[in-house]
């Protein structure tokens, strides 16, 4: 028996010793994050009177009395909000306010368990009433990774690293593996939609021109030669598909693999705007790093700061350094008997319910994962029945963009009028529109609207009931929404007819890009939503 009470004290040992390796990753993990909340709750709260305030496009007001008649008390479950407690857009305001206070709180690492979780249930709490306009892939994976740093962080009251507690290993993997399903299932949905586009790696040569907002180095890299495109398509597949596996090997390849995402991320950022999606996807993977590779990226003087006053004295950076070595087994730790710790103890009920959580995420990112890869009818019903229970916390997701890739670019343009003869634009503040002006940078920002134009361009009107209101409310003038665009065509009064046309959007090549100045060009299509006007009593 005693070769094997070693090699079990071994690996105890080597999990203990990774665990109080990242003090230093955790730290900047959990900042991060509050900086990516902060970032989501200011770009939401200047937007959200037009989006679902009472003037504007999906009032909250309207759908909480729409879902009370239809449900009893259990819509405190299938709708998780606030707002039930009061639909007012001053609420609406504050809970926005609290998210930044929140945010700037978990920043400086006041009381990070409590600031995580309130911040986590006020995200939720507006995504469920904003419906359409934050139901986006960072918006789940947003809350999925708030959801597990509230378990990850330190149980602590005052900003101090020297008091922080040792970061839950269990919970530290079930980071890991959201970061595994967010990359692989990106790649694998690629294939298993069974696209041409995808399958003979021709995506890229569409994609930064159909992409919702292109940047203007997306029409650059869209003038690549196809050659170029395909190899790119190549690497990505690489990255999606097999990089994610090094996350569960050695210190080494647990490296190679961050840096490959954070490669990929950089090069999706700057070429296209995907909100905060790309700075918290390179957040999950610092989790990836130990201390001490993070320590000797440091200059050697802040290094030393950091081993001097950052790191807990039981783990102090020499220490770090030592334990990370791969080449060294660090020696048997002697755990506490069962005796000395104690049915009741605190630290029993913390491995108990950490133990409950790492099930029941398991479980549910499990069965989300077999949906995806072998279809959801396919799984009991049961298992689809605990999905659909657990679906309104949006805190266990299925994740893969562009399954599909759009090989056209159609485009929305809003025209008004007074006289049915003479139609005026409506302008966007970032989708295409004016052919002359560059696609520009918008993330870590994100314009609900302008987005929600580019999925309406490739449905039907009747379909978004968002948009049918969006036209109303320019018909009545609500400031609120007006103040979501560019430009108002109408100074005075509101148009007496709104209509929206269908043209199909290109980029512009090199040549004609020199010649006119244009980095779009456009064909009409035709009408998209014919024209409308109120009812005159």
Request: aromatic content about 12%; glycine content about 6%.
């Amino acid at each position: 028996m005693q070769p094997v009470v070693n090699g079990f004290g071994q690996l105890a040992s080597t999990i203990q010793s990774e665990r109080s390796a990242l003090y230093l990753s955790r730290w900047i993990f959990i900042r991060l994050l509050g900086v990516i909340y902060l970032i989501a709750f200011v770009s939401l709260w200047t937007q959200i009177d037009g989006l679902i305030g009472h003037n504007g496009m999906l009032p909250v007001a309207d759908y909480l009395n729409a879902v009370s008649e239809g449900l009893g008390p259990e819509r405190c479950w299938w709708v998780p909000t606030f707002s039930w407690f009061n639909g007012s857009d001053g609420f609406l305001h504050l809970q926005c306010a609290a998210g930044v206070a929140l945010s700037l709180l978990l920043i400086t690492g006041v009381a990070p368990v409590l600031d995580l979780l309130f911040l986590w249930t006020i995200y939720l709490s507006l995504s469920t009433v904003c419906r359409d306009f934050l139901s986006f892939q960072w918006d789940i994976l947003l809350l999925e990774t708030g959801f597990l740093a509230i378990f990850l962080a330190p149980r602590q009251w005052l900003p101090k690293l020297s008091r922080e507690t040792m970061p839950s290993g269990t919970v530290l993997w079930l980071c890991r593996w959201l970061l595994f399903r967010l990359m692989f299932m990106s790649g694998a949905v690629k294939l298993l939609s069974r696209d041409p586009a995808w399958w003979n790696l021709t995506a890229l040569a569409v994609h930064y021109e159909t992409q919702p907002l292109p940047t203007w180095i997306g029409w650059y890299a869209h003038q690549l030669p196809l050659w170029i495109q395909r190899t790119c398509c190549a690497l990505m597949f690489i990255t999606e598909l097999a990089t994610p596996f090094l996350i569960f090997c050695g210190r080494g390849t647990r490296q190679i693999a961050c840096g490959a995402f954070f490669l990929f991320m950089l090069l999706i950022s700057l070429t296209g705007n995907y909100c905060f999606f790309n700075l918290l996807t390179v957040t999950l993977c610092l989790l990836l790093l130990d201390d001490a590779f993070l320590l000797r990226l440091l200059p050697s003087s802040a290094a030393a700061f950091v081993n001097r006053r950052l790191i807990p004295p039981t783990a102090s950076g020499s220490q770090l350094q030592e334990a990370s070595r791969p080449e060294e087994v660090p020696p048997p730790v002697e755990f506490p008997s069962w005796e000395g710790l104690g049915v009741g103890s605190r630290k029993g009920l913390r491995t108990v319910g950490v133990a409950v959580l790492a099930a029941v995420v398991l479980a549910l990112s499990g069965l989300e994962t077999t949906a995806r890869l072998f279809r959801v009818e396919n799984l009991p019903r049961p298992a689809l029945q605990l999905l659909r229970l657990a679906s309104p916390l949006r805190t266990v997701n299925s994740y893969g963009l562009f399954a599909v890739m759009t090989t056209t670019r159609p485009e929305i343009v809003v025209e008004g009028s007074n006289d049915g003869v003479t139609w005026l634009p409506y302008e966007f503040k970032w989708k295409p529109g004016e052919l002359k002006r560059r696609p520009a940078f918008v993330a870590p920002h994100q314009p609900r609207l302008d987005w929600q134009m580019w999925f309406a361009a490739l449905g039907d009107y009747r379909r978004e009931p968002w948009f049918m209101n969006f036209l109303v409310r320019l018909l009545q003038g609500s400031p609120e929404v007006l103040a979501l665009l560019q430009k108002n065509p109408f100074a005075g009064p509101p148009p007496r007819s709104v209509r929206a046309v269908l043209y199909e959007y290109r980029f512009t090549d090199v040549a004609v890009r020199r010649a006119t100045g244009e980095w779009w060009q456009r064909e009409r299509k035709g009408l998209y939503c014919p024209e409308i006007s109120l009812r005159q009593n």
